[in-house]
């Protein structure tokens, strides 16, 4: 997700309907503790969620991207240490 991203905003304020619910619903049953540890579960699933889709596959954003420094040579990589 970018910011620029179509519907970006929407799906924010979805996802925040649905712990601000989550929260309400469990602070009728269960009590305002219990409803304090459910919002946060499941604001925490959707980071999880994020982060999974995020990094998927070997996305890591720190990593190089594949062929870099293939132009210096096989023995330029200092941390190859075969």
Same mark, same amino acid.
């Given at each position: ?5 179509q519907g970006l905003w929407a799906l924010l304020l979805v996802?925040?309907?649905?712990? /601000? &619910?989550?929260? @309400?619903? +469990? %602070?009728?049953? #269960?009590?305002?503790? /219990? &409803?304090?540890? @459910?919002? +946060? %579960?499941?604001? #925490? ?38």
């Amino acid at each position: 997700m970018t910011p620029q991203a179509q519907g970006l905003w929407a799906l924010l304020l979805v996802r925040a309907l649905v712990v /601000a &619910a989550a929260g @309400v619903m +469990a %602070l009728g049953f #269960l009590g305002a503790g /219990a &409803a304090v540890l @459910v919002a +946060a %579960l499941t604001a #925490l699933t959707y980071v999880l969620f994020w982060l999974r889709s995020r990094f998927a596959a070997g996305r890591w954003p720190f990593l190089p991207a594949p062929g870099y420094g293939e132009s210096a040579g096989e023995d330029s990589d200092p941390t190859d240490f075969r």
